[in-house]
């Protein structure tokens, strides 16, 4: 691990409030975030490393296996781009295809988040310009007027590639918007979207 990644973890351990085993494996980690939903489970993650004695690899095995089951990442944007590394990639994070797609991207990516404009600089983006247009009409993720921003990115500013859902999904915080359009209407082929719509649930910024 560099020192600037030594010194992040180091940031985000500075106050410390476990009380329980003075070691924390993968599958204790595991059992604990089970207990978190989607609009919790971010949150979650991150006081898991803050708080308990979990070394740096294992929790990035936990941040990117659990990714793209995070709502409201949003809400964690400015911790996360203060504590991740500035470029990828971010090797603990991605799965070995995941890491096979990642090298294969070209030096520059261009890349595609569904939205609202409130939430148009987060750190989710899609390499399929379809699979963002469907974000801001799903249940979970509905916001009023809805764009589309095409942006590019440096691949070695991309941390990680996620693909868990068939997102083609995009980890970064520095794009680069060259587009922004406004959202009429959902894609057609809306209903054959993964992603989940708890109608149940408020609106998540991702």
């Known amino acids: ?35 978190s939903s989607s609009y919790e489970l971010m949150g979650a993650i991150l006081e898991l490393f803050r708080s308990t004695p979990l070394d740096f690899r294992t929790w990035l095995r936990i941040l990117g296996e659990n990714w793209s089951g995070c ?13 991740l590394p500035k470029e990828g ?13 990642y090298e294969a991207l070209p030096d520059t990516v261009t890349i595609y988040r569904g939205c609202g404009k409130k939430n148009k600089n987060g750190a ?40 868990d859902r068939n997102e083609s999904e995009i980890i970064t915080f520095s794009a680069k918007p060259i587009k922004r359009e406004a959202l009429l209407s959902p894609p ?8 989940p719509q708890n109608i149940d649930m ?4 991702v």
Not at 3 to 9: L, M, P
Not at 89 to 101: F, H, I, N
Not at 131 to 143: D, E, G, M, S, T
Request: aromatic share 8%; proline share 4%.
């Open 1 to 35: 691990m560099c020192s600037s990644q030594n010194k992040q973890e180091n940031r985000l351990r500075s106050k410390t409030t476990w009380n329980g085993d003075k070691t924390m494996t993968y599958e204790k980690a595991d059992e604990i975030l089970l207990h």
């Open 71 to 83: 709502d409201n990442i949003f809400a964690y944007h400015k911790i996360l781009k203060n504590f």
């Open 89 to 101: 990639p971010v090797v603990g994070m991605m799965s070995a295809d995941e890491l096979t797609a």
């Open 124 to 163: 989710s983006w899609s390499l399929d310009k379809n699979i963002a247009a469907k974000f801001p009409f799903l249940n979970r993720y509905q916001v009023p007027d809805p764009i589309l921003v095409t942006a590019t990115v440096d691949k070695r500013q991309i941390l990680a590639v996620k693909l």
């Open 188 to 195: 057609i082929d809306l209903v054959s979207c993964n992603i």
């Open 202 to 205: 408020p609106v998540a910024y």
